[in-house]
């Protein structure tokens, strides 16, 4: 039995009804397809942005810390007579 002689005797309905239906079932899919396809690649550069400005955030929040260290020393240091600046 060639391969086309098993794909005639395991369907029921006539090939010229079943066509058109493979190809639309075919055709769906692919377009369920390349709509999953768009917003996992819209995802995953949504995501990718969110990771960039967190990590910028987080660099600006730990300059600001260093920032507020350095500013918290120099008032200690005038307040209990640290070193004598310009004035």
Do not use: C
């Amino acid at each position: 039995m060639s391969h086309k002689d098993a794909a005639e005797q395991e369907y029921l309905s006539p090939i010229g009804k079943l066509f058109p239906f493979f190809v639309k079932s075919r055709d769906d899919w692919k377009t369920k397809h390349h709509a999953v396809k768009k917003e996992s690649k819209l995802l995953s550069n949504q995501a990718r942005a969110v990771e960039k400005s967190r990590k910028n955030w987080r660099q600006r929040a730990r300059a600001a810390e260093r920032r507020v260290t350095e500013l918290e020393r120099e008032i200690e240091q005038l307040k209990f007579g640290g070193p004598a600046g310009p004035g």
